[in-house]
């Protein structure tokens, strides 16, 4: 079996065990003790044990019968989801407009418990801002720069603070007390410690998945470099009307009952195209950009354009690094699609040439 034969197969084994890894965003299965990706979700509808999850997000729009510890950018339990234990989050946001039944520990850069929110023990945030709307049916110990008390809230128990207390005072059925021994000055460090680990985090994931692209695949690693930089013109359009025309195409096949369970598979096959586009998109950027100063080694380039894609969306200025990311991400899934389609047809040439046989003018074996 030749070299391109086997391309197809290995690029399925590829895919399951990226899959099976969990190193892409997923929806949290039955019985489930941790996740971790970029997203980690507990779907509406969907019921687990207890959730132990490290991710860019986490998300409850289900039930949690038992304990959640979350870290994460944000940390959400939504209007529809509700968590039958305590709840642990670490982040840059956390939001709580579902139900926790048990006590809530918090340390992030703000907190809010929405008009919807209930927590029903007691809470306990280290924060940089803190924003209660909701109800908290225990005692509320918060150190917080600023804590902003709405006029739905409810706090049935003590109130212990440390920082700037702000509006509807009288939401507090029992005691007000200023405590400065909150440590307030300590809650600012939380999320840009925690938005740098998990920046390091993806970063670990994408040079793993990086490395195994460019070890199973050096031939079409190469090819898409070269797509890239013979044509980034052409690379960016098939990107910009890959990244645009398949949500619609899901969106559109969703409608119909028949179709949903295969917009489903679609989203995630997508949402796997988009992560390798983006890790193909940095490489190639930057194999071109060390082409230019005399240094050809893939593996360098590897390294350089994910760290430097990385360093990008740390910029001061988040707009820029967003914008530099989406070009490099349309080159690579525009140069990952034109090699994919080129395959395809070589493939489909061949197999046509099998099945029709030689020419007339052709010899045949005897």
């Given at each position: 079996?030749?070299?391109?034969?086997?391309?197809?197969?290995?690029?399925?084994?590829?895919?399951?065990?990226?899959?099976?890894?969990?190193?892409?965003?997923?929806?949290?299965?039955?019985?489930?003790?941790?996740?971790?990706?970029?997203?980690?979700?507990?779907?509406?509808?969907?019921?687990?044990?207890?959730?132990?999850?490290?991710?860019?997000?986490?998300?409850?729009?289900?039930?949690?019968?038992?304990?959640?510890?979350?870290?994460?950018?944000?940390?959400?339990?939504?209007?529809?989801?509700?968590?039958?234990?305590?709840?642990?989050?670490a982040g840059g946001s956390v939001a709580i407009a579902g139900s926790v039944d048990g006590d809530v520990d918090v340390g992030a850069?703000?907190?809010?418990?929405?008009?919807?929110?209930?927590?029903?023990?007691?809470?306990?945030?280290?924060?940089?801002?803190?924003?209660?709307?909701?109800?908290?049916?225990?005692?509320?110990?918060?150190?917080?720069?600023?804590?902003?008390?709405?006029?739905?809230?409810?706090?049935?128990?003590?109130?212990?603070?440390?920082?700037?207390?702000?509006?509807?005072?009288?939401?507090?059925?029992?005691?007000?007390?200023?405590?400065?021994?909150?440590?307030?000055?300590?809650?600012?460090?939380?999320?840009?410690?925690?938005?740098?680990?998990?920046?390091?985090?993806?970063?670990?994931?994408?040079?793993?998945?990086?490395?195994?692209?460019?070890?199973?695949?050096?031939?079409?690693?190469?090819?898409?470099?070269?797509?890239?930089?013979?044509?980034?013109?052409?690379?960016?359009?098939?990107?910009?009307?890959?990244?645009?025309?398949?949500?619609?195409?899901?969106?559109?096949?969703?409608?119909?009952?028949?179709?949903?369970?295969?917009?489903?598979?679609?989203?995630?096959?997508?949402?796997?195209?988009?992560?390798?586009?983006?890790?193909?998109?940095?490489?190639?950027?930057?194999?071109?950009?060390?082409?230019?100063?005399?240094?050809?080694?893939?593996?360098?380039?590897?390294?350089?354009?994910?760290?430097?894609?990385?360093?990008?969306?740390?910029?001061?200025?988040?707009?820029?690094?967003?914008?530099?990311?989406?070009?490099?991400?349309?080159?690579?899934?525009?140069?990952?699609?034109?090699?994919?389609?080129?395959?395809?047809?070589?493939?489909?040439?061949?197999?046509?040439?099998?099945?029709?046989?030689?020419?007339?003018?052709?010899?045949?074996?005897?």
């Amino acid at each position: 079996m030749s070299r391109n034969d086997r391309l197809p197969r290995l690029l399925v084994v590829a895919l399951v065990v990226l899959v099976v890894c969990g190193t892409v965003p997923a929806t949290v299965a039955a019985q489930t003790d941790g996740q971790t990706g970029g997203t980690v979700v507990v779907e509406e509808g969907e019921t687990v044990d207890s959730l132990e999850a490290f991710g860019g997000s986490v998300v409850v729009r289900g039930t949690v019968t038992g304990d959640v510890s979350a870290v994460g950018g944000d940390v959400r339990i939504e209007q529809t989801g509700s968590v039958g234990g305590d709840l642990e989050a670490a982040g840059g946001s956390v939001a709580i407009a579902g139900s926790v039944d048990g006590d809530v520990d918090v340390g992030a850069g703000s907190l809010t418990v929405a008009e919807s929110g209930t927590v029903g023990g007691t809470l306990m945030a280290g924060v940089g801002s803190a924003t209660i709307d909701g109800t908290i049916e225990g005692d509320a110990e918060i150190g917080a720069e600023t804590i902003r008390l709405g006029e739905t809230a409810s706090i049935a128990g003590d109130l212990r603070y440390d920082g700037d207390l702000e509006g509807n005072t009288d939401a507090v059925a029992g005691e007000i007390r200023e405590d400065p021994s909150l440590g307030v000055d300590v809650a600012p460090t939380i999320q840009p410690f925690a938005s740098w680990l998990f920046t390091a985090y993806v970063l670990a994931l994408n040079l793993l998945v990086g490395a195994l692209l460019l070890a199973l695949f050096p031939r079409f690693s190469e090819g898409v470099a070269d797509r890239v930089a013979s044509g980034p013109l052409r690379s960016g359009l098939v990107g910009l009307g890959v990244l645009v025309g398949i949500p619609v195409l899901l969106i559109a096949l969703a409608i119909t009952v028949v179709g949903i369970p295969l917009s489903m598979i679609g989203g995630f096959v997508f949402g796997l195209l988009l992560w390798i586009g983006t890790i193909y998109g940095r490489f190639a950027v930057a194999a071109w950009l060390l082409s230019l100063v005399g240094l050809g080694n893939r593996w360098l380039a590897l390294v350089v354009g994910l760290v430097a894609g990385a360093l990008l969306s740390r910029l001061p200025i988040p707009i820029v690094g967003e914008t530099i990311n989406l070009l490099v991400l349309l080159l690579g899934l525009g140069a990952l699609v034109r090699g994919l389609v080129g395959h395809w047809r070589t493939a489909r040439g061949r197999e046509q040439e099998r099945r029709v046989g030689p020419g007339p003018d052709e010899p045949t074996a005897d």
